[in-house]
C-alpha cells in the first residue's frame, strides 16, 4: 500500500528520525475482531485530519511497547492492565513528518470503554478486522503535497479513506493475516 512515489522521500538530508509507536488493538465484537482508528483533528501538528491507529511519539527512556500503550491510553482511553501485546510489525519511515513508526498488534478480552482525548481525536472509528483481506476495500485515490498530485493505495473503511502510513501498516497485517488464511508459512 506505499504509494509509487511518497512525498518527502529523500528529503531528509541526514536528519534524525523522531521514534513513534503504533498499536492496532484487537478486540470482539458481535460479527468478529473489531481495531479502532482514529480521525485525527484539526489541531494537531502532523496529518491533520487523516485516519490513524492510536500512538505516538517516543519519551524519553520510554520503550517503544510503553509508548504504544501509553499513546491508547492517551488518545482513546484503552486500559493498559487490559491490553496484551501479541506482536509486531516492521518499522515504517514517514519522510513528511520525520517519524520511524514502530507498530504493535494488541489483543483485549471485551471491548474497551472508549474515552477520546478531545484536542487529538475527532471521531472514533471501529474497524472490521476482515478489511483487511477484503480486496473491494482497496483503491487508488489522489493526494497533494508541496503542490503536487500522486496516486496513493487506499483502504476504504466506511466513509473513510484510510491511506499514507496507517495504510501501509495495515497492509502488512493484512498480508500476514491473508498468508495464515491461506496456510502458508510467512516469508522471511
Known sequence: MAPERRPG????????WREAAVVIAL???????????????????HHRGQISLPGGSREPGESL???????????????REAIEII????????PP???RIKPFVAY??????????????????EAPLGLLVDPDRR???????GGETFPVPLFLVGAHEVWGATAMI????????RRELDGKPPSP
Open 9 to 16: 522521500a529523500g528529503d531528509r538530508a541526514g536528519a534524525p
Open 27 to 45: 478486540y470482539p465484537g458481535a460479527s468478529g475482531l473489531l481495531f479502532p482508528l482514529t480521525l485525527r483533528t484539526e489541531d494537531i501538528a
Open 65 to 79: 511497547r510503553a509508548t504504544a500503550l501509553r499513546e491508547a491510553w492517551e488518545e482513546i482511553g484503552i486500559d
Open 87 to 94: 506482536g509486531e510489525l516492521s518499522p515504517l519511515d514517514v
Open 97 to 99: 513528518s520525520g517519524f
Open 108 to 125: 483485549l478480552a471485551e471491548r474497551p470503554a472508549f474515552r477520546l482525548q478531545e484536542k487529538e481525536v475527532a471521531e472514533l472509528i
Open 139 to 145: 483503491r487508488m485515490g489522489e493526494r497533494s503535497h
Open 170 to 177: 495495515l497492509a502488512e497485517f493484512g498480508s500476514m493475516l
